[in-house]
């Protein structure tokens, strides 16, 4: 399900091959759509085989933001990245005697030696200061665990959960631009998306029945999407009609269950990200048949039970 239009003018030329490092890069700083489809395809393809890629691309987006606030450009400079990553690495080769705070410790002062900087003088004071002041920040790079995810998640769990709710979130949002949603989600028909996702998946797809719902919900439009950790995605996104006519925007994700998270069959999942208390949405996530299932609902505490019964949710809760 593609379509001329679905790419940006200055996505570069599939022809012109990135490596994997400069892919890594892209995605931390949200440059996904500008990549090609062949770039594209070789991100997915890495991040399916290679689960510790979403933790390198959570290391290189706090990376970012940590330089942004402690020097004056915008990105990392190369030879600070390899300092970090030094001090990252020799954290995890002691994570098993130490606890994450003494390994901050040790890394503010490994960085304060004269020695540490002594190679590298243009990295200057600013650079300095990052690490020895923002040492917890740096380790929370490394492992990708935040406030906002369930403590009883691993690591590389806690840093899915992190990315793709940022992934669906933003491309929610994205999408309630009409601009951007008939740029890609190109099939409006709900009966041949769902005939088109469930060939691609292998698996019959669940989504609402229209004539049993008509009037409550209406299929705004559906088209290929590019989840997280996934070899393929689909992206529908329908419109709940409230008792007063007001519209309600929805988004739903489905993708073959990448296993990442831990969820059990007919049960449904709250995930309350940061994403979604900054777009002011809510994100449930449940697994059927194979697949994993995003929705990401703009309704308020009135309406949120009826739209998920809309959507052929579980009805029972469980808990990350």
């Known amino acids: 399900m ?13 022809r012109e091959p990135m490596n994997i490092a400069a892919l890594l890069r892209a995605a931390a700083d949200g440059e996904i759509d500008e990549l090609s489809d062949a770039q594209r395809a070789e991100l997915d393809g890495y991040l399916a085989d290679h689960p510790e890629g979403e933790s390198q691309i959570g290391f290189e987006r706090a990376l970012r933001m940590s330089c942004s606030r402690s020097m004056s450009a915008p990105s990392c400079p190369d030879a600070l990245r390899a300092k970090v990553v030094a001090i990252a690495v020799q954290a995890q080769e002691q994570e098993q005697d130490q606890n994450y705070a003494q390994q901050i410790e040790d890394a503010g002062r490994y960085t304060r030696s004269k020695s540490f900087w002594s190679r590298s003088p243009m990295l200057g004071a600013a650079a300095a200061l990052l690490i020895v002041t923002a040492g917890a920040l740096i380790w929370q790079s490394v492992s990708f665990t935040t406030t906002s995810t369930p403590s009883g998640l691993n690591i590389q769990q806690a840093n899915y959960y992190s990315r793709v709710s940022d992934f669906v979130v933003r491309e929610h949002t994205r999408c309630c631009d009409d601009k951007a949603a ?16 469930s060939q691609a998946f292998g698996h019959p797809i669940s989504v609402p029945d229209m004539e049993q719902v008509d009037g409550q919900i209406e299929f705004f439009g559906g088209g290929d999407c590019s989840v997280p950790s996934t070899p393929r995605s689909g992206h529908l996104r329908f419109d709940a009609i409230a008792p007063d006519g007001q519209r309600i925007s929805l988004s739903l994700f489905i993708s073959p269950d990448p296993g990442l998270l831990p969820l059990e069959e007919g049960l449904i999942y709250t995930m309350d990200s940061e994403a979604c208390t900054a777009a002011g949405t809510r994100l449930f996530a449940w697994v059927s048949d194979g ?30």
């Open 291 to 320: 697949l994993q299932y995003l929705l990401v609902s703009e309704a308020d505490d009135e309406m949120c039970a009826k739209v998920r019964g809309l959507m052929q949710a579980p009805t029972t809760f469980g808990s990350l």
């Open 182 to 197: 008939e740029a890609k989600l190109v099939e409006h028909d709900i009966g041949r998306a769902t005939e088109y996702f």
């Open 2 to 14: 593609t379509n001329e239009h679905n790419h940006p003018e200055h996505a570069q030329d599939p």
